[in-house]
């Protein structure tokens, strides 16, 4: 059964402003198109940048989170600070994460430029950024998915299989 983490980072939602939306559409999101065992760990942080690295390092370090999933907080506004709790907390940054999902996510919107998303490594944990808006989540998961198993495979993270029917995950031989 592989761990996966679910941070949302946002002020308002962990203040009960507005209900998480994004956590349990990314949760959602992967049960159609994971087909190995999985299970979720979800958290929701304000955007605090300490509060940010602990849940990080909590899901890679003690729950062993094959991937970690953020939603919110990437953006330019002064408490975004999601890629940096993420640098912060990664030995390797993986930049092409964000180039692909800011291509794919302009031909939804123009402000797609905004989110400065990113990914990195920490130990045998691949941690991906998402945009805040509920509505990114599919448009940036279908674009990156086809590569995170062979990434995970090359950190020693475990095997995560999906339907080919939804994705196909490619693994170069
Ligand atoms: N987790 C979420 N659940 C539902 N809607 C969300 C969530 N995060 C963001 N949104 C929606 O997207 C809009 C833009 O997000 P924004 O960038 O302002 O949020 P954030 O920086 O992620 O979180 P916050 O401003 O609450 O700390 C919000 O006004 C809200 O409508
Ligand atoms: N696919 C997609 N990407 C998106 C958006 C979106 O609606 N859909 N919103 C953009 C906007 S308006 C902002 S400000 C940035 C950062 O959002 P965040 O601070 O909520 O992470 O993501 C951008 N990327």
Redesign the pocket.
């Known amino acids: 059964m592989t761990p996966i983490g679910i941070v949302t980072v946002s002020d308002r939602a962990s203040q009960g402003d507005y209900r998480d939306e994004g956590g349990p559409a990314i949760a959602a999101w992967l049960s159609r198109v994971l087909v190995s065992p999985w299970r979720p760990e979800s958290r929701l942080v304000p955007d605090d940048q300490p509060r940010v690295e602990a849940a990080l390092r909590a899901l890679a370090d003690d729950d062993g989170c094959a991937l970690i999933v953020t939603t919110?907080?990437?953006?330019?506004?002064p408490r975004?600070v999601?890629p940096e709790a993420t640098a912060a907390v990664c030995e390797k940054m993986l930049p092409g994460f964000g180039e692909l999902m800011r291509r794919?996510?302009l031909n939804?919107?123009p402000?797609?430029i905004?989110?400065r998303?990113t990914a990195g490594i920490r130990g045998r944990s691949l941690i991906v950024n998402l945009?805040?808006?509920p509505?990114?989540i599919d448009?940036?998961l279908r674009a990156i998915m086809p590569a995170i198993p062979y990434c995970i495979d090359l950190i020693g993270g475990g095997r995560l299989e999906t339907d080919p029917a939804m994705c196909v995950a490619f693994r170069p031989r």
């Not at 919110?72 to 506004?77: E, K, L, V």
């Open positions: 919110g907080g990437t953006g330019p506004a975004d999601t794919e996510s939804a919107v402000t797609a905004l989110s998303q945009p805040g808006k509505a990114a448009v940036c």
